[in-house]
Every structure is written in structure tokens, then in C-alpha cells.
T-cell receptor, first 112, second 117 residues
Framework: DAKTTQPTSMDCAEGRAANLPCNHS???????VYWYRQIHSQGPQYIIH???NNETNEMASLIITEDRKSSTLILPHATLRDTAVYYC?????????????FGTGTRLQVTL | GAVVSQHPSWVICKSGTSVKIECRSL??????MFWYRQFPKQSLMLMAT?????????EQGVEKDKFLINHASLTLSTLTVTSAHPEDSSFYIC?????????????FGPGTRLTVL
């Protein structure tokens, strides 16, 4: 699986948009970009994933650059409950051998 | 949908005893489940991949005789930590792969905190 690079930490004011970047310059054509978050002492929570098109769901938007070498997760209106570690992971989407390998993620702190 | 449960949520045991952790996919069938371990202030580390009805595949450095994995049904996988020692104290998290809607997504359980005295 391709490696990803994320900032160690970020701050965001409550109510503002949180934009979390991720670099995955070695991503291959068949690898998807997945985002998960982990709130302290809980299991990771799936947020969103995409291949090359931008994606949006009730939690967030995922913007993938045209060359697919980077992406941005956008939380449109961050709340205190969005404080968590956010993981950007790339992996193949097929086969029983596909698995999520976690890096160190970005620790997002949402403040008043 | 796509809910994964774990039981127990926390357990304290004496050194030398064995502990079993259950992982269930509540509203979907999972042919593949994963077990992760997370030490304080570290990221999740994959321990093993289990496929229903077959032997688990362990990551390098994980002792298969110490961490017994059974995936007997499409909704249940168990991890047994045998002869637990204090260094096995950790946060154990399972994950199940859902193929709903044609998408291949892993959903995680809430985790089990194991403390070995």
C-alpha cells in the first residue's frame, strides 16, 4: 500500500471548516483514498473514501487532486466533537488481502 | 448500518491466564475480519487477518500461538490472548469488511482494553 504524509496536528475554530491535507504521491491507479478518525479511546470511525472523483457525504467532503497525488478532507462546520486523530489511508479496494495500514494521522483540535 | 461490536469492552486479568475477545458484525456479513492492537499514544498496528472458515494470516512479529484467532461464522471472530503477560496490556480493536453497495469498506469495533496484572 502507498504511504501517506499528513501534518502531525492542526487546530480549527468551532464552526469553521477544517481542511485536512494528505499527500500520497506514490498512489497507484487502483488504490483508493480512505479517511478514518479515532476519538480518544474508541475504535476508528469510517468517514469517506474515493478513487478519483470528489466525494461528499453527511460527514465530510473528500477532494482528490487530478493527479491523485494528494487529497483534502473537509469538515464543513467543525464542532468540538470532531476533535480526534484523522487517518488518511490508501489501499487497494479488492481482494481479501486488501487491508488498512494506519500511519500516525493528524491530531485535529477543535477549539471554542 | 455497518455496526461492529466487541465484547468485553474492558477486561482485567492475572498474568498467565487467557482472555477471549469477541467481535461481531451486527448488520452485515463479513467474510474478512481484522485484529489490531494499539499501545498508548501510538497508531493502530494490524495483528492478523481472518477469513471465515480458514486460518488467520498473521503479520510479521505476531505470535500465532499466543494470539489465537477463530472466525467460525460470517458475523463472529474471536481473539484469544493465551498466557497473558503485562506486556500484552493494550487496546485491541477488531474490524470487519463490508461489501454492501459494492463498496469494500472496513468498519471498526469500539475496542477492548486489556490490562494484565
Amino acid at each position: 500500500d502507498a504511504k501517506t504524509t499528513q501534518p502531525t496536528s492542526m487546530d480549527c475554530a468551532e464552526g469553521r471548516a477544517a481542511n485536512l491535507p494528505c499527500n500520497h504521491s506514490t498512489i497507484s491507479g487502483n488504490e483508493y483514498v480512505y479517511w478514518y478518525r479515532q476519538i480518544h479511546s474508541q475504535g476508528p470511525q469510517y468517514i469517506i473514501h474515493g478513487l478519483k472523483n470528489n466525494e461528499t457525504n453527511e460527514m465530510a467532503s473528500l477532494i482528490i487532486t487530478e493527479d491523485r497525488k494528494s487529497s483534502t478532507l473537509i469538515l464543513p462546520h467543525a464542532t468540538l466533537r470532531d476533535t480526534a486523530v484523522y487517518y488518511c489511508i490508501v489501499r487497494y479496494n479488492t481482494g481479501t488481502a486488501s487491508k488498512l495500514t494506519f500511519g500516525t494521522g493528524t491530531r485535529l483540535q477543535v477549539t471554542l | 448500518g455497518a455496526v461492529v461490536s466487541q465484547h468485553p469492552s474492558w477486561v482485567i486479568c492475572k498474568s498467565g491466564t487467557s482472555v477471549k475477545i469477541e467481535c461481531r458484525s451486527l448488520d452485515f456479513q463479513a467474510t474478512t475480519m481484522f485484529w489490531y492492537r494499539q499501545f498508548p499514544k501510538q497508531s493502530l498496528m494490524l495483528m492478523a487477518t481472518s477469513n471465515e472458515g480458514s486460518k488467520a494470516t498473521y503479520e510479521q512479529g505476531v505470535e500465532k500461538d499466543k494470539f489465537l484467532i477463530n472466525h467460525a461464522s460470517l458475523t463472529l471472530s474471536t481473539l484469544t490472548v493465551t498466557s497473558a503477560h503485562p506486556e500484552d496490556s493494550s487496546f485491541y480493536i477488531c474490524s470487519a469488511k463490508s461489501m454492501e453497495g459494492g463498496a469494500d469498506t472496513q468498519y471498526f469495533g469500539p475496542g477492548t482494553r486489556l490490562t494484565v496484572l
